[in-house]
């Protein structure tokens, strides 16, 4: 198993930019999730999915979109990248926890993006 | 407004010192309380986690002493080791509202030898 795959590694954006994150997992997990670590802020949470063709906003989603198209995939796109958008951006994915029950999360090794 | 408050942001300990990590949670609704573990370049992995309803869980070096009426928690690192440098994620969640995890801040930590 490859786990959370996360490309790519590192990415130089300009101001007003468009590009697209990709995620994918292999351990047929029905959760998937996108945050952003900051210094300090730990990592927020950006956007998540429960399943195929279903995605919720989290804490701070503004500038990105999701999908959901397939089990395995989860791309985040920046509609007009910011300069407040650099950040390192991490993937999880784990089984749903539905009514008292939560499950590790496995996470991607992340991308790091700047935004100039 | 951060719903779990980490501290300290970094610490430096001698090996076999005893790092202790402190998180502070305002939502009384939170029931499940991770600790993640991140090395340089990685994502974040789960170390170890407890419920509201245990005030001490170990798994190995590793303790996490929970005070559900002062809400806060910590993570206690015994013998600590060169390679527990890393740094350490604090997280809270509702079990009832699934897998959405609030992170604190995070802790720097540095074992020297």
């Known amino acids: 198993n490859a786990g959370v795959t996360q490309t790519p590694k590192f990415q130089v954006l300009k101001t007003g930019q468009s590009m697209t994150l990709q995620c994918a997992q292999d351990?047929?997990?029905?959760?998937m999730s996108w945050y952003r670590q900051d210094p300090g802020m730990g990592l927020r949470l950006i956007h998540y999915?429960?399943?195929?063709?279903?995605?919720d906003q989290g804490e701070v989603p503004n500038g990105y979109n999701v999908s959901r198209s397939t089990t395995e995939d989860f791309p985040l796109r920046l509609l007009s990248a910011a300069p407040s958008q650099t950040s390192v951006y991490f993937c999880?994915?784990?089984?749903?926890?539905?009514?008292?029950?939560?499950?590790?999360?496995?996470f991607g090794p992340g991308t790091r993006l700047t935004v100039t | 407004q951060q719903q779990v408050k980490q501290s300290p942001q970094s610490l430096i300990v001698q090996k076999g010192g005893i790092p202790i990590i402190n998180c502070a949670y305002e939502?009384?609704?939170?029931?499940?309380f991770p600790w993640y573990q991140q090395f340089p370049g990685k994502g974040p992995a789960l170390l170890i986690a407890?419920?509201?309803?245990?005030s001490e869980k170990k798994e190995g070096r590793f303790t996490i002493s929970f005070n559900k009426s002062a809400k806060q928690f910590s993570l206690h690192i015994m013998d600590s080791q060169p390679g527990d440098s890393a740094t350490y994620f604090c997280?809270?969640?509702?079990?009832?509202?699934?897998?959405?995890?609030?992170f604190g801040g995070g802790t720097r930590v540095l074992v020297k030898p």
């Open positions: 939502n009384t609704a939170f029931d499940y």
């Open positions: 997280a809270a969640a509702v079990k009832a509202a699934g897998n959405k995890l609030t």
């Open positions: 999915s429960v399943g195929a063709g279903i995605t």
């Open positions: 999880a994915s784990s089984y749903v926890g539905y009514g008292g029950s939560s499950y590790e999360q496995y």
């Open positions: 351990m047929n997990h029905e959760y």
């Open positions: 407890i419920r509201p309803d245990v």
